[in-house]
């Protein structure tokens, strides 16, 4: 908070806060194509079959309809990591796969055509846990994947990417143990996002080889290149990111929705549209991995993590396509919140006959910690330990080290977050209130406080590469060019923050290119937290780079040396002697200033949330209410005080928080449907159910940014679902094991309904 | 959200409607340019008329994504067909800035002020169904706020923002949320 800034750390309005708030943001499913045609998906009501015969005939004659397509129609284009998954198989995997692709004029008219395609099934045994689908004699998905495991590893993080965490000496590590805990610990409620707008896709197809296609995603860019490789290389790909309407992570994994539309507008030579309904977007898009974890860890008494073994099974449901990324990032953020010299951690990512997993709000961290933090709390009660006395010793120091996802060790050299979690710790009151392990905070009646704890951060603020240009116009005006769609964040506005410090412009003279990959440099998008470090620095250096050349520029018509001149409002003028000015235009009316940015990955830096929350349990009816939150991070400067506190008071939804109160895709085990998919029966927070929040917010430079700043947002979500089981144990003075914490699972663990929770302990 | 009782008057072959201060008439019939009996007044706000400040979530009644006013009173336009809406006065996103002077709407302004929005999917129906309360009751408590919008469904949880925006506009200054 040394440097007093024009723009940055100020609460200054969103570019497009007025569009938002008069309807004018215009979606996908809110822009106009002529001719447009309508693609809906005929999905299979079977988990696991082949399809022996598909009769179209029916389908093809109904006024309106224009195409249909099956797997014998369309060419041989794949996803998936590996890339085994055939975009239309003549096998589905899950009740909701794709059978058949349908155009038509209508709607309506598609959506009955579906209902005219004839199908018949050779039904397959279909497999719905991971462990069971490993053992041999199970039903196999892939030819290619025998016993259902995923290859290991992904190409995108190199050919050493992280598939397991091995280091020291665990054996020894055990022996110098004081306590050691083990036992089987799982996040399988698959917790969905569901961001209100649906994934989609417009696709315009032009022979012989480019398609166009208007994309709902938060990486638009990305999906240019994504799509480039599903269709065989053998595509020119462009991309129009629109805003988007939510994402989560989630619309990364839109290549389903992206393929069935360019296959639909390859066989007509019409745009067609596909936006799945709300039933689509729950039961046949991307929930997160099943997590569950059967391991090891030993103590000392002072909180030293002495040996961590066993392994993570990893349930991706029907294929995989980033889930060897997520399990690379999880392995790599695990060692961020626990220092500990003997590491054996294996993994397995296994497929089974659901709806896939892959890219949700957070990337495997969160999935593997509300696994592996129930374990570490068993060993915290034998020896009595404060778990806040234990995140501060144990979370990630200067001069730490860590394998990331690439495999490679690196030495952290970010910011100390003791700190911010004491002075979080302060401001929720956590020592007056803790009174021990599995004992509620306060008593009234059947009513019982609780207090927990969570901790998450990710290595992840500098990863992935980004550009952008900064062009300067005669005018005095800036425009940036970088691939960024709005989802949310307020991003787009806040690179225009940014540039506009960097260069002294009023914002009203900043403005930015819409997300079109054909006139944007490369951008991989905001995934994670690097949005502010990654994309942010981009942007600082294009507009960097156009100062300086619009200063060596002028400098000669001001006498000067370039360094001895400033920019402010769109004038040049020397510095100390302001008399000598001269104005953009300067430049000419015939000339522009195109200043380039690059940013390269960076792993040794991290962001940290330690998220405090209190619960009442009602032990009479067992239901379970959040009373307070506190969360507390140290985010180097604060960018945009309004929209940094929008992406941390969403660490309730959005699979976060609530995931361990009530959010859960119920999936029935027995026929493979899930069965809350649609928004009733899928539970959300409403406005009647708000708990208080409290974000203590740090600000220690981060000297390594031109504005000292790190990103936090996709970590909000992910300390409070460990936070609210440890709350909810305490307070019932019985260890819980399962997301949600439902009254049904507190009641068993009461004792008050029978059914026994999943085994755990400490010895 | 009760939908005020008009006579359904689908076998006259004609619909009228107010929208946004401006008279509409349709044919009603399956035609692309007519209303189909079976259209949503959501449908038929966004495809026919083509105004897509109104938004579609759930297609279920269960967000609050598609609430417009009709009389003053919020509706789920996802759940109303146009042929029950006979002379109503309907009132979208579009239409809630002074048509005159385009000065935005209280609500809106406050909304832009306070950030009260992320992605903004739901903005419009959040403005909307904070308006229909507004209507009723100028000056609400804070808990008549939440309880107005218990049925709106936002992700991003921008539920405190919008909160506060409402509760400046309702004249109370809005205290801690």
């Known amino acids: ?763 | 959200m009760a939908i005020q009782k008009k006579k359904v008057t689908a076998n006259s072959g004609r619909i009228s409607l107010l929208v946004n201060g401006k008279p509409v008439e349709f044919e009603i019939g399956s035609l692309p340019h007519q209303v189909d009996t079976s259209h949503t007044l959501a449908h038929t706000l966004r495809e026919t008329l083509g105004m897509t400040g109104t938004k579609v979530t759930c297609d279920n009644g269960a967000c609050g994504s598609c609430t417009v006013l009709i009389d003053g009173k919020a509706i789920l336009s996802c759940m109303t067909l146009t042929v029950e809406c006979q002379e109503g006065s309907i009132t979208t996103i579009e239409g809630l800035r002074n048509a005159d002077s385009g000065e935005l709407d209280p609500l809106q302004q406050s909304f832009i002020d306070h950030t009260a929005f992320q992605c903004g999917f739901c903005t419009p129906g959040m403005i909307l169904s904070a308006k229909a309360l507004l209507n009723e009751n100028p000056s609400p408590a804070e808990e008549d706020v939440k309880e107005a919008l218990s049925g709106n469904f936002c992700r991003c949880i921008s539920h405190y923002q919008v909160l506060r925006a409402v509760m400046a506009v309702a004249g109370r200054g809005g205290g801690h949320v």
Request: glycine share 10%.
């Open chain 1, 1 to 763: 908070m040394s440097e007093e800034y024009r723009f940055i750390g100020k609460s200054t309005r969103r570019k497009d806060a007025t569009e938002v708030v008069t309807g004018a943001t215009r979606y996908l499913n809110d822009v106009k194509f002529n001719d447009l045609l309508h693609g809906k998906v005929l999905r299979s009501p079977h988990p696991h079959a082949i399809i022996k015969t598909i009769d179209k005939s029916r389908a093809e004659q109904l006024p309106g309809v224009k195409v249909v397509l099956t797997w014998e129609d369309v060419p041989d284009w794949k996803a998936g990591t590996p890339r085994i998954l055939s975009v239309l198989d003549r096998k589905v995997r899950f009740v909701g796969d794709v059978v058949a692709l349908v155009a038509a004029t209508s709607e309506e008219i598609a959506k009955q055509a579906c209902g005219l395609i004839q199908v018949e099934y050779e039904l397959l045994p279909a497999v719905f846990d991971a462990e069971e689908a490993m053992k041999p004699g199970a039903p196999q998905l892939y030819d290619e994947q025998p016993g259902n495991i995923a290859t290991p590893g992904t190409s995108a993080f190199g050919p050493k990417s992280l598939k397991y965490v091995v280091m020291g000496d665990v054996e020894q590590g055990f022996r110098e143990a004081d306590v050691i805990s083990e036992g089987t610990f799982g996040y399988e409620n698959i917790p969905n996002p569901i961001p209100p707008e649906p994934p989609g896709a417009v696709a315009v197809w032009e022979e012989p080889d480019r398609v166009s296609l208007w994309v709902s995603n938060q990486a638009s860019y990305l999906d240019k290149i994504l799509m480039y490789h599903v269709f065989g290389k053998k595509v020119e790909v462009r991309t129009h990111g629109l805003a988007c309407g939510g994402s989560f992570g989630t619309k990364i994994m839109s290549w389903p929705v992206q393929t069935y539309a360019t296959l639909l507008s390859r066989a007509t030579g019409r745009p067609v549209k596909v936006v799945f309904s709300k039933e689509e977007h729950i039961a046949a898009f991307v929930l997160r991995p099943g997590s569950r974890m059967q391991a090891r860890v030993g103590m000392k008494r002072d909180g030293t993590v002495t040996a961590i073994s066993g392994r993570w099974l990893v349930d991706t449901g029907y294929y995989s396509s980033t889930t060897q990324a997520q399990v690379a990032v999880g392995c790599g953020e695990i060692q961020l919140m626990t220092r500990c010299a003997n590491w054996d951690l294996q993994t397995d990512i296994v497929y089974t006959n659901r709806s896939a997993s892959g890219c949700v709000r957070g990337f495997g961290g969160q999935e593997l910690k509300c696994s592996f933090i129930p374990l570490l709390c068993q060993a915290m009660e034998k020896i009595n330990l404060d778990p806040v006395e234990f995140i501060k010793k144990n979370y990630v120091k200067p001069g730490d080290g860590y394998f990331w996802r690439d495999g490679a060790w690196y030495v952290y050299r970010g910011i100390d977050y003791s700190d911010a979690m004491e002075r979080g710790a302060e401001q929720f009151g956590w020592k007056k209130q803790w009174q021990g392990w599995l004992r509620p905070s306060a008593t009234a009646g059947a009513k019982r406080r609780g207090i927990g704890v969570g901790v998450h951060g990710n290595a992840d603020i500098g990863e992935d590469s980004s550009e952008a240009w900064v062009r300067l116009n005669p005018d005095g005006t800036a425009l940036l060019y970088s691939c960024i769609t709005e989802h949310g964040t307020g991003q787009r506005s806040n690179y225009l923050k940014m540039v506009a410090e960097v260069l002294q412009l009023p914002l009203e003279r900043v403005s930015i290119t819409p997300a079109d990959s054909l006139i944007n440099p490369f951008e991989y998008g905001p995934f994670g937290s690097r949005g502010t470090y990654a994309i942010g620095s981009a942007a600082i250096a294009a507009a960097e780079d156009a100062r300086r050349q619009i200063l060596e520029l002028v400098a000669p018509r001001l006498d000067a040396q370039p360094e001895e001149l400033e920019t402010v409002d769109g004038i040049i003028f020397v510095r100390g002697n302001p008399e000598k000015r001269i104005k953009w235009g300067a430049m000419g009316y015939d000339r522009t200033i195109m200043g380039y940015g690059r940013f390269d990955p960076d792993f040794t830096l991290a962001n940290c949330m330690t998220t405090f929350v209190e619960v009442e349990v009602d032990t009479e009816t067992g239901k379970v209410d959040l009373l307070r939150v506190v969360n507390t991070t140290d985010v180097g400067q604060i960018i945009d005080p309004p929209g940094l506190e929008g992406q941390l008071n969403g660490c309730l939804g959005s699979s976060g928080i609530d995931s361990a109160l009530f959010e859960e895709t119920v999936f029935d085990t027995s026929t493979g449907h899930i069965l809350n998919a649609n928004l009733i029966d899928y539970k959300w927070r409403t406005f009647s159910e708000l708990p208080s929040i409290d974000n203590v917010v740090m600000e220690t430079a981060v000297a390594s940014h031109r504005f000292k700043a790190i990103g936090v947002g996709e970590v909000a979500t992910s300390p409070g679902p460990m936070a609210i089981l440890m709350a909810v144990s305490n307070a019932i003075g019985v260890w819980l094991h399962e997301y949600p914490t439902t009254p049904e699972r507190v009641l068993k663990a009461l004792g008050k309904v029978p059914g026994k929770s999943r085994a755990g302990g400490a010895a």
